[in-house]
């Protein structure tokens, strides 16, 4: 046993360990002291040098994990803050190290972006409103039809023309919260200088089946309808929003949807813009809606052409408000394969727009549109921009629109507004026939009263009127009411 302890492998082991090596020795040779003379005294010098090798492995592994942890602290203290989107990749701590799960971490505030895909430094906001539309409507020559647009907001081509009678008019109250609305955008700027701008805006107006969507028999269910989808980089646009040539900062306070329909330009569409300064240009989705040959008041949507629509807008602001001048040029198209057909024409048009401040409680707002081959972009397409002669070519329908309106402010709690609005268009009546909207004109008052911080109450009296070529007229009569809660 001498010899064994005076081992050099024995002298290696640290004074700490020695006792342990000394135990374990004794356990294992007892069973062989009476044949210490014996081959048996080998093999235990054996089997002790292998433990202490093994202890030597399990001290210099014990070393190197405190060595880790040492380091890791030291980059903890000198590091700077990690975003939260990184939280998942946070550096290592003692106890995972070692095996066991990491102390839970103290609470911090959210300070950084919330999306791990997004730009460095993205700034996120969302809002909308919730509103409930309820209307008492009033037409002197027929119903509109049910669960139609018409019904919900004022939209003049629906308005019913008859035989000019006085008892084939209808009352009808309708409620809805469809115009409800949200919206979500995420604003960069990044290190480069460049600015990025992402939109998304939806309503429940429209979209898809009542087998789907419910009805006013039970659910009153609505589906999601996109209404914006772009991105912006510094200048350039592209993506769904309003045409470059509807000027939207002079649109009247309304608690309709849209107010003077019939003399507004008003459409959202597919575009590429580029703005700079007062100055901004587009090409946008091209669409045709034309008239079939004595098709009357017929409304067909026809080939797009091979040409984009194009605007060009220029605006004017200052203290007194903004005056803004936009122009139109499109290629109207139709083609008719098996009859062999195929025509296309030129539509232009102009329209200025803006808003005066007469003082700091009153401005007028006002739009004044004119052209040939444009009806589309006018008074949710009141007319159409063309009509088909008997052998398939084009015949623009030419028009001129708008309104004027004043607003005026009581106290911060109460607003009045009242606006006149009307659309008048010149067609070939031997090709279009005389039961097409020859005009159609509308007055509106307001009053709109906000009781607390982004809630409006508002009620709207209406009188609308659409013509006919033949001479008919057609009355519309509407109480207006809405509840809105903007966030």
């Known amino acids: 046993m001498s010899a064994i302890i005076a081992s050099p492998t024995s002298k290696a082991a640290t004074p700490r360990r020695r006792p342990l090596a000394a135990a374990l020795l004794v356990a294992l040779a007892l069973p062989g002291m009476a044949f210490a003379q014996t081959a048996k005294?080998?093999?235990?010098?054996?089997?002790?040098?292998?433990?202490?090798?093994?202890?030597?492995?399990?001290?210099?592994?014990?070393?190197?994990?405190?060595?880790?942890?040492?380091?890791?602290?030291?980059?903890?203290?000198?590091?700077?803050?990690?975003?939260?989107?990184?939280?998942?990749?946070?550096?290592?701590?003692?106890?995972?190290?070692?095996?066991?799960?990491?102390?839970?971490?103290?609470?911090?505030?959210?300070?950084?972006?919330?999306?791990?895909?997004?730009?460095?430094?993205?700034?996120?906001?969302?809002?909308?409103?919730?509103?409930?539309?309820?209307?008492?409507?009033?037409?002197?020559?027929?119903?509109?039809?049910?669960?139609?647009?018409?019904?919900?907001?004022y939209v003049p081509k629906t308005i019913p023309v008859g035989n000019g009678r006085t008892d084939e008019g209808g009352s009808d109250t309708d409620m809805g919260v469809n115009f409800s609305r949200f919206w979500f955008g995420a604003d960069t700027d990044l290190d480069s200088g460049d600015k990025l701008k992402a939109y998304l805006e939806?309503?429940?107006?429209?979209?898809?089946?009542?087998?789907?969507?419910?009805?006013?028999?039970?659910?009153?269910?609505?589906?999601?309808t996109l209404r914006q989808a772009y991105v912006q980089w510094n200048n350039w646009l592209a993506g769904q929003t309003w045409t470059n040539f509807q000027d939207i900062a002079a649109l009247p306070d309304t608690v309709d949807f849209l107010g003077p329909t019939e003399g507004t330009v008003f459409?959202?569409?597919?575009?590429?813009?580029?703005?700079?300064?007062?100055?901004?240009?587009?090409?946008?989705?091209?669409?045709?809606?034309?008239?079939?040959?004595?098709?009357?008041?017929?409304?067909?949507?026809?080939?797009?052409?091979?040409?984009?629509?194009?605007?060009?807008?220029?605006?004017?602001?200052?203290?007194?408000?903004?005056?803004?001048?936009?122009?139109?040029?499109?290629?109207?198209?139709?083609?008719?394969g098996p009859l062999n057909q195929d025509s296309d024409s030129m539509g232009y048009g102009l329209s200025?727009?803006?808003?005066?401040?007469?003082?700091?409680?009153?401005?007028?707002?006002?739009?004044?549109t004119g052209g040939s081959g444009i009806s589309r972009y006018l008074g949710?397409?009141?007319?159409?921009d063309a009509v088909l002669d008997s052998t398939g070519d084009l015949d623009n329908i030419d028009m001129v629109a708008g309104f004027v309106g004043w607003r005026h402010v009581f106290s911060p709690k109460l607003r009045t507004n009242i606006f006149y609005s009307r659309a008048d268009y010149d067609q070939d009546t031997a090709l279009t026939g005389l039961l097409i909207t020859k005009g159609a004109q509308s007055g509106h008052?307001?009053?709109?009263?906000?009781?607390?911080?982004?809630?409006?109450?508002?009620?709207?009296?209406?009188?609308?009127?659409?013509?006919?070529?033949?001479?008919?007229r057609g009355d519309l009569n509407r109480l207006q009411t809405h509840v809105k809660y903007n966030f």
Request: proline share 6%; net charge negative; hydrophobic share 40%.
């Open 445 to 472: 008052v307001n009053v709109i009263y906000t009781p607390l911080p982004k809630l409006d109450l508002g009620a709207e009296l209406i009188w609308g009127q659409r013509e006919l070529e033949n001479g008919d």
């Open 41 to 153: 005294e080998k093999e235990l010098e054996a089997r002790v040098a292998q433990l202490e090798a093994m202890v030597k492995q399990l001290v210099s592994q014990q070393q190197q994990q405190q060595s880790q942890i040492s380091e890791v602290k030291t980059a903890q203290a000198t590091a700077p803050a990690a975003p939260v989107a990184a939280a998942a990749a946070a550096p290592v701590t003692a106890g995972a190290v070692a095996g066991n799960p990491p102390a839970p971490a103290k609470p911090t505030i959210q300070t950084a972006p919330i999306m791990a895909t997004a730009n460095p430094g993205t700034r996120f906001s969302y809002g909308g409103f919730i509103k409930l539309d309820a209307s008492l409507t009033k037409t002197n020559d027929g119903d509109i039809p049910d669960g139609t647009v018409g019904r919900l907001f």
């Open 352 to 368: 200025v727009s803006g808003k005066f401040n007469l003082g700091k409680n009153d401005d007028i707002r006002y739009m004044v």
């Open 267 to 336: 459409v959202r569409q597919a575009q590429l813009r580029y703005t700079s300064g007062p100055w901004s240009f587009s090409m946008e989705n091209p669409e045709t809606v034309y008239t079939p040959f004595n098709g009357n008041m017929a409304q067909v949507q026809g080939d797009d052409g091979a040409a984009p629509d194009f605007t060009a807008r220029y605006t004017f602001k200052g203290d007194w408000g903004h005056f803004s001048a936009a122009g139109l040029v499109r290629q109207l198209a139709y083609q008719n």
């Open 380 to 384: 949710l397409a009141l007319n159409n």
């Open 202 to 224: 939806f309503d429940l107006f429209g979209g898809g089946s009542t087998a789907f969507t419910g009805n006013e028999i039970a659910t009153n269910t609505y589906a999601l």
